[in-house]
């Protein structure tokens, strides 16, 4: 009878989604927020930078409201260390084999067209700010599989999650192929859509700033996607994991084969 009511009880839980007791608690990530003063920098090169003369902001926590933190503002030169750094990652990880990258970069041979996606290179991206740890590894883990190297922006209102999350990027992936920087996402989204080094821009933001973005990239040719202002339920399998974010992750090259004599 036990393992009965034990059974229901687990349907009940996947089917209502409720949240119930975890057994972790924050001491861990608070002791590390102690580490860093409770004073976080932009993790560049695999390091945490803290330039001086820069603003904070604070950052808290969503449910409780408590200021756990603050978090420097980037700068335009806080910008071109990140995009500098991913430049020079780009070359070593764009090269590997695709299983060394977790996902073969796809391949399709269509009679006489072979067709080949090849990485974008520097690809910047702008997170939302609802949903600020799963939208932030769902695009970072489809845009490297796929041989690019980050400039990221964490969400602008949370981005607590993103920096500790570089503590395990950091331990997984070359120094500079992951670059988080913090701030104003407005400021933080023209350097980016302006800097000639990044080759595509996802944003995600309000319906201003995804016109901004695709104004300014126009210039110098970016690949850009945004999301017009519109949300994106990062926690359905058909918006947060999507073949819309592979197919962004890449170009498609087409090669014509020589048929005959």
């Not at 991206?125 to 190297?149: H, K, Q, R």
Request: with cysteine.
């Amino acid at each position: 009878m036990a393992a009965t009511r034990t059974g229901t009880q687990t349907r009940e839980i996947f089917t209502t989604m409720e949240y119930g007791p975890v057994p972790e608690n924050h001491a861990c990530a608070l002791a590390w927020l102690d580490t860093q003063k409770r004073r976080l920098g932009h993790h560049v090169n695999g390091k945490w930078l803290k330039p001086e003369h820069r603003n904070t902001t604070s950052c808290q926590d969503p449910i409780t409201g408590e200021t756990l933190a603050s978090c420097l503002e980037a700068q335009a030169e806080d910008v071109a260390a990140a995009v500098e750094a991913a430049k020079v990652a780009f070359k070593d990880w764009s090269s590997l084999p695709g299983a060394l990258r977790a996902q073969h970069l796809a391949a399709g041979l269509r009679g006489p067209v072979l067709q080949l996606q090849e990485p974008l290179g520097v690809l910047a991206i702008v997170c939302p700010d609802e949903w600020p740890l799963l939208a932030f590894v769902s695009m970072l883990s489809t845009a490297l599989a796929y041989g690019n190297a980050l400039v990221i922006v964490p969400s602008e209102t949370c981005p607590l999650p993103a920096l500790e999350a570089c503590q395990v990027i950091a331990t997984l992936f070359p120094a500079g192929l992951v670059n988080v920087v913090t701030g104003d996402h407005n400021h933080l989204t023209r350097c980016l859509a302006l800097h000639h080094d990044v080759q595509a821009l996802w944003y995600f933001g309000s319906a201003q700033g995804s016109q901004f973005v695709e104004w300014a990239s126009a210039e110098n040719l970016k690949s850009v996607w945004v999301n017009g202002g519109c949300p994106r339920a990062w926690d359905q399998e058909a918006e947060g994991a999507s073949p819309e974010l592979r197919i962004r992750a890449a170009r498609t090259k087409t090669l014509w084969l020589p048929m005959g004599d």
